[in-house]
Structures are given as structure tokens and as C-alpha cells.
């Protein structure tokens, strides 16, 4: 399961994308609101207590101290990554110029966004949830955002499979590369810093002006609600 709700939940926006095509752009940042709200409290409340609760009482203060910069590091990098993917983890993406080939600049930091948030997955399986969430409607706007920009459905087909897959795989990684486990509270704490500037920036990005509204509310409350009962 952990494998295959990843996988779908972008197959499953593509498929929206194509056959729905929407175009209510409301519904779509109500939909991210509560993305990010799920996302987020999923981390604080599940994921960042179990990384420091399974650390080792022998080396604690030494390991925290890591752990954090791990966070920042995390944190960090994904601004970084954003510069070449124009933010289209959290939906932020423009312009519907004509493209002839795939964004390789989007295509490759977008997909190693995907496979790194899958490596934590493989120790804590309920994450798979929450990528899960994130990823659907981030797939929608992709799929919109290619379509709109008329590159070729192969291209566009191939673009969003791969990068379907990546999550998968990056849990795949973490859990069968025997080099990557003895790390893997460091791995983990470095994609909770990219969960936490993802999450983050799309609660305050989900609407215009970033003004809050009775609709955006609810939506972020369900979202920590839910997760908080994961």
C-alpha cells in the first residue's frame, strides 16, 4: 500500500485533469489549503515526535542537535530546489506558452522532490497518506498547467508517470539500499524540513492576497483534524 496510494493519488489527478478539465481555480486552492493543513500536521504531530521519541537516550543531546540542522538543511534546500521547479510543488505554477519539449528544469527538481519525500515512507508508513494528499492536487494543476501550455499529451502522459513513480521508488531506495539505513533519522529529518517549507507555503499561498476566508478555514481544520486522528 505504502507503494501503490502514492502512485495513484497522481494518477488519479492526471485522469481529473484530462477529462474534467477544470477551471475553477477556487476549488483548486481550497483543495491545496487542505493539502498543506494535512500535510503539516501529519509532520508536527506524527513524524517529528517518532525521529526524536527512537533516538538514543546515550547520545541525546549530540543526535537532537543534528537532527535539527538536518531540519534546516531540509528547509534550505527545498527553497533552492524551487528556483528550478518555479514552485510547482506547492501549485505555483505560470504562463501557457507553446512548448515543444518537456521543462527539464521543472521536470528533474520536481521529480527529485517526489523521490525524496518517498524515502521516510518506508519507517513510517502513514506519510504515505499524507504525500498522498499533497500530491493530488498538485498533479491536477500540473496536468492544467501542460495541457494550457499545448505540450504534447506523450510528453505530458510521460512527465506525469514518472513522475507518479518517484515516490514509490524513493521508498523503494530507503528500504532496500543497505547503505542508505544507518541514516535514515538524518534522511528523515532532512525531508521533514521540505514538508515543513512545502506545507507551509501552500496554506499561505491557497488563496489570493493571502486574505483567510470562512471556506480556506474549514478546509485547513479538516486537514489537522484528519491528520491528527491518522
Known sequence: MIYIIPFLSVVL???IANILEPKNKKNLKLLLAFSGAFLLALTVSH???????????SYEYHTHNNIGIFIMIGIVFQIVLEYFSQGAEHGHV????KMNHIPWA???SLCLHALLEGMPVS???????????????????????????HL???STFVFMLVFAVMTPLGTFIAQDVSGLIEYQKEIT???IGILFHISSTIIFESSEGHKFNLAKLSAIV???VLAYFM
Open 13 to 15: 489527478g492526471y485522469g
Open 47 to 57: 513524524l517529528l515526535p517518532e525521529i526524536y521519541t527512537t533516538i538514543s537516550s
Open 94 to 97: 505560470h504562463g501557457h506558452d
Open 106 to 108: 521543472l521536470f528533474l
Open 123 to 149: 519507517q513510517h508508513h502513514h506519510l504515505a497518506w499524507g504525500i498522498s494528499v499533497h500530491h493530488f492536487p498538485i498533479a491536477i494543476i500540473l496536468t492544467t498547467f501542460l495541457m494550457q501550455s
Open 152 to 154: 504534447n499529451k506523450l
Open 189 to 191: 529529518a532532512f525531508v
Open 222 to 224: 479538516l486537514g489537522i
